[in-house]
């Protein structure tokens, strides 16, 4: 390590020389150090002669062996800013996290033949990504190692070192699988719900099984599992605190693991994660209360952590706005809205793109009376395209009732009556009441746009508490809620 860092320090431009006295110069003891470095004679020096240099006045009054560490300590410190200094000098666009940057320091070693501190700071590395599960580095930070003891003419740990590095590589392969069924069950949840993305989190199961010793596995499948299917249709209640348990534990013994890729801020990731699919899961059993604190968490953790990687995303902003409107937040919801329409108005994808609007017109129908909008036939026109464009969809698309729902309230809201009874006489819209349970809204069209009809506003609220009691989730209590609201006020205007 003499040799190193004498070498090192030497190697450097003389700006870079400079540039380091500058950075320690209210250490006297670092300067002392780099001036020894700058005059010693030989590659090589004894500890003793350096702690001589340093340290002249606690020479004998400080036992040596305080000495050395403290020289160590300086040392250490002196490599890390020679190190940094390198990677910075280099232009390296991307920010590496610790392992990775240790990892480079370790070639820059080798590249410099220093094979004997590079072999012993691989092997510590290594350590370090076989405890946390960081696969990504092992293959070559292994193969590195290997090199060195070529180098260095000490290959009696080389057979120990071939084996675990055909383990890392098989290791390496199992994480892409996993990660390529993760990234296939996202896909089919946002399509087709979770029933059809669960073939795909169920192939992520046999390596978790299989690398039982690896615990990565076992977080990335149970994550997996919990988060699409807290968060999309077609998931089983029962099964879902059984993923979350598991996450829960895994994560609280093994706190620094990542689970699909080694990143920034890993821990808080996740947390985040957990958090917004811990809000998305009570939101589905009607605990407004906890889904919004849960999401405030998440938020926090967002507002917190500069740099996190928040992976934003149509549903991001939908999920925000389901819960702004459960909790009443009507305001919130409208600006999320818009925020999603500038996140999406840059997407080719023309679906995408309406989204937004729906969106816009979903908050509203839940503001009425209190909030309208200020142009609602804009409004209309481009929730009906968005409606043109799910209904060619094969399969239709899982929002297309929920938005064609949508539209009939909100046009019945804005006494655009005849035309919400046209819509509600289709095929479509009784298909859309059917599956959503929500027969009352059919009622609703008919008491709004008839000036005489049998139906009479208490009949129709009986059938909507009626139905209120048999919603099983906060989304079809609160579009009952909803209809109760539209009834009352349809009421008072007939009177």
Partial sequence: MNTYIREAYLQLPEVSRENIRRQFAGSPKMLLLLDF???????????????????????GTTSFNVLRNRFFKLRKKLAEAIESGVSENAGTAVVLLPLEEEYFRCRTLIQNNF????????????STCWERNIFELLPDALSQVI??????????????HYRELQEAAALLQALHRQRLYARQAQ???????????????????????????????????QFTAFTLGAGTFGSDFRVLPRHQKRVQEITRRHPEMPVAFYEAHSPELIRYMMATSEAMFAYRRSDAETCYQCMLEAWNIAAQVPGLRVRKSELHYSNRIAIEIASGRYHEALKTADDMLLFLKDQKDERNRLMGYAKTMLTYTFAFPKLKPANPGFLVQKVKELLRLLQKQKPKSLFYNEILLTLVVFLIQNDQLAEAATISATAAFSEALKEDDMLVHADLVVYAHQKKTALTAAAIRKKAESQYSKAQDINKSAAIKRALVLLDFLEKRKK
């Fill in 147 to 160: 090199f060195c003891s070529a180098q260095l003419n000490m290959l009696d740990d080389n057979p120990r």
């Fill in 115 to 126: 094979f004997l501190t590079a072999r012993q700071r691989l092997e510590q590395l290594i």
């Fill in 37 to 59: 470095l700058a005059h010693a004679k030989q590659k090589s020096f004894s500890v003793h002669e350096a702690v001589a240099f340093i340290y002249p006045e606690e020479n």
């Fill in 187 to 221: 896909e089919a949840a946002m399509k087709q719900g979770f029933r059809q993305a669960r073939k795909f989190v169920n192939k992520m199961q046999p390596a978790a099984k299989k690398y039982r010793k690896y615990p990565r596995f076992n977080l990335y499948y």
